[in-house]
């Protein structure tokens, strides 16, 4: 009983956590690279953790290897993932691809070697179902994926002290989670602790459940719940929520249906929004300075109005734009911007105002005309008078 439970059912329960994350995760997490890494650390997770279950239940040495290229096909990237995706949650990455060719190359290299290992001997120097003895190359392997998680390791806490309250405890349970299957894995290879298979998959029970905490109680990666974003979508009003570094965590379908060649996971931050909402309409320097403050302005409510053309029509669109700052137990967590479609009622108005200005011009030639003939009234009746004096003198 105690081997299947080992062995079996809490990787298996691992398999079940990480795959609810990855669910979770596609289904509600906005759509960046922030949000692929994650996923990713978590598939390379699982392919470890079904690796090392197949191995434990392989009854020849054929099973076995497949079962340990499969898990080490894993093995080779965890601290890789784990080292791109903390870059990337810790905003520490301006050249994505770059970045991660540099920290790759070497975990495929390794992957290489385990796959071709029965050609050259050098990752496991000896493979028997019994017993496997490492090579050098398992060996700089080791040495570079410690190195990869302590620099995780390391970032996190660093960024943590840095952060603001609020965020702090998102950091060091991301940093909790890595160190745990850290630990369990250097006790496994430098036999510290002499094991009958690797535990370091069973740490990912713990790892899972710590991710469950971050995501529903501290709101990591700023899912949002289920219930909030479909009251959202409801709302016929464009809006964007950003988180306090001026990323954009969330659009509503109305977003979607104004912008719906707009892609999140590429202008990811507000500034990158501005830039490509420039390239989309026609908008002068004036409602430049509009989105200026919009995007400025983080700690004081703004109400103001914006407006632009789109290239195919010859009208002028006029947004009146709310920006409401967001505070949790007095620190800023980011803001909420709204966009209403005024057009029509500014129009309305403006239509108002032309007539009302057309009456006021009328009303005003009418009461000249009245004060005209006013005037002319008393100087008809002089006239009328001096005749009839003139008439009375001829008479006599």
Not at 25 to 44: A, L, P, W
Not at 330 to 340: H, L, P, Q, Y
Request: glycine letters at 2%; charged letters at 15%.
């Amino acid at each position: 009983m105690r081997y299947n439970l080992l062995y079996f059912i809490l990787p298996s329960i691992s398999i079940v956590f990480s795959m609810s994350m990855i669910l979770f995760s596609f289904m509600r997490g906005k759509k960046s690279s922030t949000i692929y890494s994650f996923i990713f650390c978590h598939v390379i997770m699982t392919i470890w953790t079904l690796g090392q279950i197949l191995e434990n239940a392989s009854t020849n040495e054929s099973q076995k290897w497949i079962a340990t290229i499969i898990k080490y096909s894993a093995v080779t990237y965890i601290s890789a993932s784990w080292l791109i995706f903390t870059l990337l949650y810790t905003n520490r990455i301006k050249n994505l691809r770059k970045v991660c060719f540099s920290i790759l190359v070497l975990p495929l290299f390794f992957n290489l070697a385990v796959v071709t290992n029965r050609y050259h001997y050098l990752f496991f120097s000896h493979y028997s179902m019994e017993s496997r003895t490492y090579g050098i190359l398992f060996w700089l392997h080791s040495i570079v994926s410690y190195s990869y998680l302590i620099a995780s390791i390391v970032l996190l806490l660093i960024t943590s002290f840095k952060c603001v309250k609020k965020h702090r405890i998102q950091y060091i349970l991301l940093a909790i989670s890595i160190i745990l299957p850290t630990i369990l894995n250097v006790l496994y290879v430098s036999r510290v602790l002499v094991l009958e298979t690797d535990y370091t998959p069973i740490s990912f029970v713990l790892s899972s459940f710590i991710f469950f905490v971050a995501v529903f109680k501290y709101r990591f990666l700023n899912l949002l719940p289920v219930a909030i974003t479909d009251i959202l979508d409801a709302i016929p009003q464009v809006i964007i929520a950003l988180d306090s570094n001026n990323e954009i965590n969330y659009t509503n379908k109305a977003f979607q249906k104004f912008l719906p060649k707009y892609n999140p996971s590429v202008h990811n931050n507000i500034i990158a929004f501005k830039e490509y909402f420039r390239k989309k309409v026609y908008i002068d320097k004036k409602n430049l300075s509009v989105i200026d403050r919009i995007i400025l302005t983080e700690k004081e409510p703004l109400t103001d109005e914006l407006e632009f053309k789109w290239p195919n029509l010859n009208r002028t669109i006029i947004f009146q734009v709310n920006v409401i700052p967001i505070y949790e137990k007095g620190t800023f967590i980011g803001k909420v911007i709204i966009f209403n479609d005024i057009t029509e009622y500014k129009h309305l108005i403006n239509e108002n105002i032309r007539k009302n200005e057309s009456l006021s011009l009328m009303a005003r030639k009418l009461l000249e005309a009245n004060l005209c003939y006013s005037e002319a009234s008393p100087v008809s009746e002089k006239s009328l008078n001096s005749v009839g004096n003139v008439k009375k003198t001829n008479t006599i």
